[in-house]
Each structure stands twice: as structure tokens, then as C-alpha cells.
């Protein structure tokens, strides 16, 4: 787990739709932090998260200072402006130090797969892991070398890489990545097409 970056949360008096637009006309998205307590009703600054948070990840955790409380989340849920891309509105978890909890880490693939040289056509099925860990152990993501993987080839969740400590909560059969030739690609097409036409008549 990398160093977590801590944001300067203010405490929210107001809900509903109306106190959250004045709150991002204001500079702010609206931020709720769920755990075993009751709901904290949070404002983060739009401007520093943006700033400080490069990419919206499930396997990141964050600091959030309110007041005199801090804590440890991750981001569950967020909206975003359907035009702006904007942030509405973000749904956090406390993580408790010592206790297990799921989340999912992204799989990157690196490289270039000699399958894809061979005029394949590659296919990232799954692009993120259901895990459990504990917070200290969470990885910020599975890196996937896909150089060896040839033409009609897959590799599968079993052919991960998986630190020590975290646990996977998916089949270790189901496929990560596959590298199909251009034609079952084209076969595939073509048969879901008659499929289409045979049902509509």
C-alpha cells in the first residue's frame, strides 16, 4: 500500500439536493463516509481532491481530517456530471485497522502480447479482482505481463501474481485476458447476427 494522502474534510449541517448544489457551486463535492457508525455527512474540496487524487480507485486508501477526527476510507461509489465529468457527489468507507475488507484492484496489462503480433485481436476481460485483505495489505493493483501470450491463448485468474495476506474472491478459472484470431472474432459476429435475425422473425 502506498503513502495515503490526506484531504481536509468540513463537516456538512445541511442535506438534500438543495444544500449539495449550493455546496459545488461553492467549490465543494458532497461526501458521505458509511462504516459501523452512523453516516458522516462530509464536504471535500473539489479543487484539492482533483489535485491530490489522480485516479478514482477502490484500492486506494485515503485520509480524510474532520476537525478533530480523522479517518481511513476508500472510495466506494462517486456520480459525475453526465456533460463536465464533474464529481456530484462521493460515497466512502472507514477502514478499521486490524479488520478484514473487500474491495477491488485493477488489473494492468503490460506489454505487447506475441499473439496480438500475430494478428490476434486481445481481449481484457476482467479489469479489476474482487479481494479481501486486511487495509495494510491491500495492493494498488495487479500488473499482468501479457508478452507471452499467444494466438487462441488465455490467462486466468489462477496465473496471477497474488501478494501475501490478500485473498481472492473470484473463480481462479475465470479468464483475465485472451488473445482470439480475427476470424472467431468475424465467426462469432456473424452467427450472433443470424441469431438477431432469426428472432425477430
Known amino acids: 500500500m502506498s503513502n495515503i494522502v490526506t484531504l481536509k474534510g468540513y463537516?456538512?449541517?445541511?442535506?438534500?439536493?438543495a444544500a449539495s448544489r449550493r455546496l459545488r457551486k461553492e467549490g465543494f463535492i458532497p461526501a458521505v463516509i458509511y462504516g459501523k457508525h452512523d453516516p458522516v455527512h462530509l464536504a471535500l474540496e473539489a479543487k484539492e481532491f482533483s489535485t491530490e487524487i489522480k485516479s478514482i480507485s477502490e484500492s486506494n486508501i485515503i485520509g480524510i481530517k474532520l476537525g478533530r477526527k480523522s479517518y481511513q476510507v476508500l472510495i466506494k461509489d462517486y456520480q459525475e456530471a453526465l456533460l463536465t465529468n464533474d464529481l456530484m457527489h462521493i460515497d466512502l468507507y472507514e477502514v478499521i485497522k486490524g479488520e478484514s475488507l473487500h474491495t477491488e484492484v485493477a488489473v494492468i496489462l503490460k506489454?505487447?502480447?506475441?499473439?496480438?503480433?500475430?494478428g490476434g485481436l486481445l481481449e481484457h476481460v476482467m479489469h479489476a479482482i474482487e479481494i479481501e485483505c486486511l487495509p495494510k495489505d491491500i495492493p494498488e493493483s495487479f500488473v499482468v505481463d501479457i508478452t507471452d501470450i499467444g494466438l487462441n491463448e488465455s490467462l486466468h485468474v489462477r496465473d496471477l501474481t497474488i501478494p501475501e495476506g490478500v485473498k481472492v474472491l473470484v473463480n481462479e478459472d475465470r479468464t483475465v485476458?485472451?488473445?482470439v484470431s480475427k476470424k472467431s472474432e468475424a465467426s462469432e459476429t456473424a452467427e450472433e447476427e443470424v441469431e438477431e435475425e432469426v428472432e425477430v422473425e
Open 11 to 17: 463537516k456538512r449541517e445541511s442535506v438534500g439536493s
Open 111 to 118: 506489454g505487447t502480447s506475441k499473439g496480438v503480433k500475430e
Open 177 to 179: 485476458v485472451t488473445v
